[in-house]
């Protein structure tokens, strides 16, 4: 197996305050991996700095084969950007799901799932879809992305005009289009109920079923974690707290991640209840 | 255009101190002052009057606005005698053809009016976008270009129309080719500043998403971009256009053609009511247009 992501020593800083702190982290291609942890922990910040959307100035971050460190002859604080057709191609190989979707408003839902395809396409091709103009296999494909999601009567409706979990879903099939090596997902069922939580999360492990396919999602749902996921990474106040095999988490782990679980009116001892997320989501 | 990092912070704004209820105080305080002066310096070198006798001025040509000359193709005397002191007859006219001759005449100079703002507006457009495209802040163009076209729109936006109009009558002759280089050369001014504004208050996030599918800058361009910004440079471009109708109706006056013409002809022979009547027109163009170009713009949104 080759390595999908490899980080040493890196470290992000805002504002002089480090925020995230990764000695090392390995993730083999063909992993699924969930990144857990309380808010303002650093699980979507390391999810960007993954993505290339928030430089890694310091350390040595390997994503995809593709070096995204400080430039090593200026040292560490620095940043070399990738030259411009790696860049594009490590994007297209990319597959990001960020919180806030950014659908194009005005296109309809199957224009904005095209927009997924849109490296794939060559010669031509690529000069014809400056017109919004698609061959036609592409465009069934993107139907059939739709329609597997459910939104098979909503593929001409304009995304501004979609609910917040249909464009969730909009933004998953666009990002499945892409047919990336590499999907980062942060939260991607925050807006969905529970038939599309199971829709979404079985298309996202649909899409990284092949072995050199590799999947790295935010969790806030923790009953998801046996789903999407055969590692978890606990993340606590910028640093990795545990790594560990799905089936090793255990609820006492994620209580002492996301500390005490809040008192209840009725007595200050509470078990651990019995569906993990009840108490760790505040 | 290469877009990498992030936009770097504007640093502390020189604006920022008029912020709160205090600044706002100082600001309504410093123009109040800037009345005044502007006011004291007027009556000081009394320049600031009415005349002699406004009133009866007034009431005179009220008089003659509300009879516009239109009105003499139905109600006008059919022999109109000119008559010499002693009462030999100069001229006869009939008053309904003369007046019917010069509606002719206004409708023709009418349409040229618009044809000079239409073509006016859409090549301002076409020389705007380009500009503004480059002058988006958020699109990031080399800096200098940016600059140059920044220069190129402030130029061309202080410049007042009709100056543009002397100087191109001096350079392609009378007539409205003038007029169409003249409106284009200063909106495009104002639709390439409207335009980059519209540019710069895209959301970038969703712009941002295209581009991270790995899509061709052309290919974000025309997804991301043009998608978002087409109903508001069309709005823009429906309200300069709008704008220019009103501004061509003057262009006349140096000799561009269109409406403008026959004012300054009429004011010149002190016709006041066929002035009326060319204002009526210009009114009720202005607001045909208007009216037609809300409609357009709300059923873009």
Redesign the interface.
Known sequence: MSTAIRMEGMRVALAGRVVLDVPRLVIETGERVAIVGPNGAGKSMLLKVIGAGVPARHGQVHVLGYSLGPDPSEGEGTHRALAPDARRALRRDTGLLMQGLHLVQRLSARENVLIGALARLHGVHALRSWARWYPTDLVAEADAMLTALGLADRVGTRADRLSGGERQKVALARMLLQRPRLILADEPTSALDPTATREVCAALVGAAADRDRTLVTVVHDLDLLPALSTRVIGIRAGCIAWDLPTGRVTPQRLQALYGQPPVQADGPEVDPPAAPNAGWQA | M?R??PIPPDGPRPGRRFAGRTGFAALAVLYGALVGVCLATLVGAGDLSLGRNPIENLARTVGEFLRPSFLDVWLGPERLEYRSDDGSVLRVENRREVEAGFLAATARATWVTFQIATLGSLLAALMGLPLALLVARNLRAPRLLAWMAKGILDVSRSVHTLVFGLILVGIVGLGPTAGVLAIALHSMGTCGKLFAESIESM?M??I?????????E??VF???VW??V??QIVSHHLYVWEFNIRDSTILGLIGAGGLGLLISEAVSLFQWDRLSTLLIVVVALVMAFDALSRRIREALL
């Open positions: 290469t990498s990092g959301d996030a969703a941002d998403a295209v581009r991270a599918t790995g899509a061709s052309a290919q025309f997804h991301g998608p978002s087409l109903p």
